[in-house]
């Protein structure tokens, strides 16, 4: 079965710090990865993925991931803060090959502060 | 290209009534996801749609259905609402589903439902 195990719940960092959200995986088939960010009372947008191929992924806002097979892992980074990246960050693995079902971790709020 | 659409955005229901929420995913997009969100649970998935047949489904009691239609509008019911079911609902769409490559997921900015 695949599960998402995001490494604290809360992260809080100056602007122009580094951001670094961490998550861990479980999958019995090949995982395809994710980064969503939600802000207040809005959906989902996915911030990058995951699939096959160069495991250093790049995404939008500066964000990028590597996927590590050896660590299970798929840290999300950032060089530097911005205060407008305050939001709520999931993680999430394909739950199996046949569908598109996601199955996502608890979720990292991150704080950025002047 | 218009997003992802829910309706309606905001919902206050009473404990045993029912509610139907709606999404019109993206023109194109074939497949439709439910999910449900909450402080304690977080994001779990109800189930997935496409070509009018639900195809996963998530672990949710039978209150909870959904539907699909042939324009790819989708529609999930719950009945008997109970004050747990206060949630976020979200839907995402994308093109088709699985078949070994992954569609990207887009998703609605939600249906808010509070349940007294």
């Not at chain 1, 964000?63 to 999931?90: G, V, W």
């Not at chain 1, 598109?100 to 979720?107: H, N, S, V």
């Not at chain 2, 589903?97 to 992954?102: N, P, R, V």
Request: aromatic content about 12%.
């Amino acid at each position: 079965a695949q599960s998402v195990t995001q490494l604290g719940s809360h992260v809080s960092v100056s602007e122009g710090a580094l951001v670094l959200l961490r998550c861990n995986y479980s999958s019995s088939v090949p995982p395809y990865l994710f980064w969503y960010v939600q802000y207040p009372n809005q959906g989902l947008q996915l911030l990058l993925k995951y699939t096959t191929g160069a495991t250093l992924v790049k995404g939008i806002n500066g964000f990028e991931a590597e996927f590590k097979k050896s660590e299970t892992s798929f840290h999300l980074t950032k060089p530097s803060a911005h205060m407008s990246d305050a939001a709520e960050y999931f993680c999430a693995v394909r739950g199996n090959q046949a569908g598109t079902a996601l199955i996502f971790g608890k979720g990292t709020t991150l704080s950025v502060s002047s | 290209k218009a997003g992802v659409t829910q309706t309606p955005r905001y919902l206050i229901k009473t404990r045993g009534q029912q509610v139907t929420l709606s999404c019109s995913p993206i023109s194109g997009h074939r497949s439709v996801s439910w999910y449900q969100q909450t402080p304690g649970q977080g994001l779990q998935f109800l189930f997935e749609y496409f070509s009018e047949t639900q195809r996963n489904k998530g672990n949710f009691p039978g209150r909870f259905s959904g539907r699909q239609f042939s324009n790819s509008r989708s529609e999930m019911n719950v009945s008997t609402l109970e004050l747990g079911d206060s949630a976020l609902y979200l839907c995402a769409s994308s093109l088709v589903m699985g078949g070994g490559s992954y569609n990207e997921q887009f998703f609605g900015p939600g249906t808010r439902l509070t349940v007294l």
